[in-house]
């Protein structure tokens, strides 16, 4: 599959009418954000994503069909289980960013995560029970101290009650936009699942920041979606030892071209210890 920055799917999108362009945007979103476990979709998401763009199916019968299209195939090779993963979660990303339904709660996270992994991990919606660490590449092979497992549940719930409770009243743009930062990171700082935590951030951000009245692009997350997650590392990771500090400040550039017209590059390797 070729690389999504340059995929003749990024220029369809961009050249949408304005009734279709919303939807465009969901797909978009969800291909991109499959960058962020390193999975690609395939050719038949593609131009299954683009039927239902055009109007010739709906979202759900997209999703049917996709389920379809891997119930008929034989083959069960490791890439070939990694592609009708980055597919069939694709297609449910689509789906949902395309939905109005929406409520900030713990439950709804846990929700999201359920329906994008149903069949797909064992333990879709399921609460980890193990602590564990990541080697990440912009931390050079070290990893993130994640949430432990015996407080996961009560730090979900802490956080996002105490975002809920947040008022924004009065705040400058460049102060809401750290505020945001702030609160996505620790969000994702818990990892309250074994895999596919990012993916379910992302999606409970974007439906979180609609609920908040901004009109996002969110093809920014098929661009950037590997820029977004090493920013969210690097918002959770000190090594005084070797003088690296937690900081928003890649999150923040990420946000600001997300929410406000920022016009920041966005370059992985400027995050690297």
Known sequence: MKDIKRDPFEEYVKNLAPGEKELGQAWSAAIGLQGVDGLKTSEYLYETAMRNIAGEISVAEANALIDSYYESKESREDTAERTEEADKVAARIAKILSENAFTFSPAQYIAIHKELFRGIYSHAG????????KKEWVLDGDSVSYGSASELSATLIFDISQEREFRYNGLTPDETI????????????IHVFGEGNTRTTAVFFIKYLRMLGFDADNTLFAENSWYFRNALVRANYNNVMKGVYKTTEFLEKFLKNLLIHGKYGLHNREMLN
């Open 178 to 189: 750290r505020h945001l930062a702030v609160f996505v990171s620790r969000l994702w700082q």
């Open 126 to 133: 399921m609460i980890r029970d193990y602590n564990i660490t």
